[in-house]
C-alpha cells in the first residue's frame, strides 16, 4: 500500500496562502484515488477536494472551490494542495488519504479512504 506523508503547513495571516504536499511511496501514484480533508479542534473530519486516480478533474467542497486547488505530479508521486485567501476557519489538521481504484471515481467521504497520512497543521491566524 502506499504510504502518505503530508508536509507544507505552518502559520499564516488571514488572506495569505499555503501549498502542501503529499508525498507517496511504496507504489504508484496512478493506481490510486486520493483526496484531502481536514479536521478542526472538537469537530469530526471533513472533505476538502479529491481527485480520480487519473488525475483529470477534481471535485471540491463548496468552502475551497475558488479558493484551494487541487494537482498531482505522478513523476514525483506527489499531490499538492494550493490554497489562497486563508481563513480563520480554515484552522485545522490537514489529511491526504488514498484508496486503490480501478475506476474514474471521485471519492468523497472519510470511509471511502482506508489509508492515511499522519496530518499537517494549518494554522490561520486574524
Known amino acids: 500500500q502506499l504510504q502518505l506523508v503530508e508536509s507544507g503547513g505552518g502559520l499564516v495571516q488571514a488572506g495569505g496562502s499555503l501549498r502542501l504536499s503529499c508525498t507517496a511511496s511504496g507504489g504508484a501514484l496512478n493506481n490510486y484515488a486520493l483526496g484531502w480533508f481536514r479536521q478542526a479542534p472538537g469537530k469530526e473530519r471533513e472533505f476538502v477536494v479529491a481527485g480520480s486516480r487519473s488525475g483529470s478533474g477534481a471535485q471540491y467542497a463548496d468552502f475551497s472551490t475558488g479558493r484551494f486547488a487541487y494537482s498531482r505530479d505522478n513523476a514525483r508521486n506527489t499531490v499538492y494542495l494550493e490554497m489562497n485567501a486563508l481563513k480563520p476557519e480554515d484552522t485545522a489538521i490537514y489529511y491526504c488519504?488514498?484508496?486503490?481504484?480501478?475506476?474514474?471515481?471521485?471519492?468523497?467521504?472519510?470511509?471511502?479512504?482506508?489509508?492515511w497520512g499522519q496530518g499537517t497543521q494549518v494554522t490561520v491566524s486574524s
Open positions: 488519504a488514498q484508496r486503490w481504484s480501478r475506476s474514474c471515481t471521485i471519492f468523497q467521504r472519510v470511509s471511502d479512504y482506508p489509508y
